[in-house]
């Protein structure tokens, strides 16, 4: 009953900008970290950027200081805005998050299916 959506993907120019999007649905009563991470043809999946419900971010080197993660709580969205884009970005993103849902007495992890990003000229 509960799915995490990405959207925003695309193709966009180096040094260009985009904004992915992640909503969760269902039947939610919260959600704690909400983070997302990126594969790349070849390469192991890696987090990109987790924040947490309070707001608490952290970013992997190799995007700090060009993507923000935010999140809109009463949307139960998490978006990830990319600056300054490089070739070596392009990967698969994907959204991930710890919730608790209606049902449940725990929290459980959730991941979207991916949302291609290639940034090429």
Known sequence: QVQLVESGGGLVQPGGSLRLSCAAS?????????????????????LVAIISIGGTTNYADSVKGRFTISRDNAKNTVYLQMNSVKPEDTAVYYCNADLL??????????WGQGTQVTVSS
Do not use: C, F, L
């Open 26 to 46: 269902g039947s939610i009563v919260s959600i704690n970290t909400m983070s997302w991470y990126r594969q790349a043809p070849g390469k192991k999946r890696e």
């Open 101 to 110: 849902a209606i049902a449940t007495v725990k929290w459980v992890n959730y």
